[in-house]
Every structure is written in structure tokens, then in C-alpha cells.
């Protein structure tokens, strides 16, 4: 990724002390159970793909992953 991008360095979602995921606001990327969504592998592919320009390309539209609600950083 890109060196001093500002998003590095951190951590993104939460779990119980059983080890289950908690759902975060996409947006906020704070824990929020009643409105938000569970992280998938969709969602850090889609943040990689984007990152990288891809997600607009033929190929990233011809093989869409589905993120209806991606994770803002």
C-alpha cells in the first residue's frame, strides 16, 4: 500500500470475548449492533481493489463483489 497513506496502523472491527464478530458502521468503523454490518473478505477485497483503481475497470465490474455497503476509510 501506499507509505504515510493515513490508513495503515490501525485496527478495523471488534469481537466479543468468545471471539465472535460485532458489526461496525461502515462508516463511523465504530461497533454499531444495531445498524451495522458484519466485515467479510468481500469488504477487504473491494477496499484492496479500490485502493488500486480497479473497482471502475472492465474487470473489476465484469467480476463485481457485491459489496452493497463497502467500508470507508
Known amino acids: 500500500m501506499n507509505k504515510g497513506s493515513?490508513?495503515?496502523n490501525r485496527v478495523i472491527?471488534?469481537?466479543?470475548?468468545?471471539?465472535?464478530?460485532?458489526k461496525i458502521n461502515m462508516n463511523t468503523l465504530e461497533v454499531d449492533n444495531d445498524l451495522g454490518d458484519y466485515i467479510t473478505?468481500?469488504?477487504v477485497h473491494y477496499l484492496v481493489r479500490d485502493q488500486l483503481g480497479l473497482n471502475q475497470t472492465e474487470q473489476g465490474i465484469k467480476y463485481a463483489l457485491g459489496v452493497s455497503n463497502p467500508i470507508v476509510i
Open 41 to 43: 473478505p468481500e469488504h
Open 6 to 8: 493515513g490508513f495503515g
Open 13 to 22: 472491527g471488534s469481537t466479543t470475548n468468545g471471539h465472535y464478530a460485532l
